[in-house]
């Protein structure tokens, strides 16, 4: 039973931080690119940051670069997406992503940034 289960959205204010997580189950983890999309109202879904099965090689949209980071525990299989200094524009349902032989997606979590 192959599972990717968001957590860790909410409300926040500008500038503030919110960490969301990613539970992986059902599947190799370790073997998989990891991925965290968003869709904004009215937007299309984007990539938001990826890394790879080995730790080392993550990337970023230029939107988000240098406030957010992400990580991955084998241990745990779990995906980590730390936001700070966010901005209104960061409101979207974010996603969990797996990627290797076969994409696995998640239900999403809400982020919703506003004062």
């Known amino acids: 039973q192959v599972q990717l289960v968001e957590s860790g959205g909410g409300l926040a204010q500008p500038g503030g931080s919110l960490r969301l997580s990613c539970a992986a189950s059902?599947?190799?983890?370790?073997?998989?690119?990891m991925r965290w999309y968003r869709q904004a109202p009215g937007k299309e879904r984007e990539l938001v940051a990826s890394?790879?099965?080995?730790?080392?090689?993550?990337n970023y949209a230029d939107s988000v670069k240098g406030r957010f980071t992400i990580s991955r525990d084998t241990a745990t299989n779990t995906v980590y997406l730390q936001m700070n200094s966010l901005k209104p524009e960061d409101t979207a349902v974010y996603y969990c992503?797996?990627?290797?032989?076969?994409?696995?997606w998640g239900q999403g979590t809400q982020v919703t940034v506003s004062s």
């Open positions: 992503s797996a990627a290797a032989d076969r994409v696995y």
């Open positions: 059902g599947f190799a983890f370790s073997r998989y690119f």
């Open positions: 890394i790879p099965p080995l730790r080392g090689i993550a």
